[in-house]
Nanobody
């Protein structure tokens, strides 16, 4: 069992930045891909970004490409997502998830363990 805890969310003005963290406890997720998803108000959960087990491959949703950067430290069992130039459309609950496999995936069904989420609110 892997327990994931997100942190770093909050309220920020448009154009601002936030850095979300995802820390794992219990079993390590150092050999698993990790992804970030988000659920905007009134919408379905959507893919944001993912990173392979060794950080060698990353994927981003088109809506965040060039603004968000995912990274990980396997020794610290932590994954981060740096979010820059935020806009109100980025307002959502952000979830990190550990995949069933090592390679990066954009598919919700490939992720087995989920955190509780952290709220990000971007004001205009």
């Amino acid at each position: 069992q892997v327990t994931l805890v997100e942190s770093g969310g909050g309220l920020v003005q448009a154009g601002g930045s936030l850095r979300l963290s995802c820390a794992a406890s219990g079993r390590t997720f150092s050999n698993n891909a990790v992804g970030w998803f988000r659920r905007p108000p009134g919408k379905e959960r959507e893919f944001v970004s993912s990173i392979s087990w060794n950080g060698g491959r990353t994927s981003y949703a088109d809506s965040v490409k060039g603004r968000f950067t995912i990274s990980r430290d396997r020794a610290k069992n932590t994954v981060w997502i740096q979010m820059n130039n935020l806009n109100p459309e980025d307002t959502a609950v952000y979830y990190c998830a550990a995949a069933r496999m090592a390679y990066s995936s954009t598919q919700y069904s490939d992720y087995r363990y989920w955190g509780q989420g952290t709220q990000v609110t971007v004001s205009s």
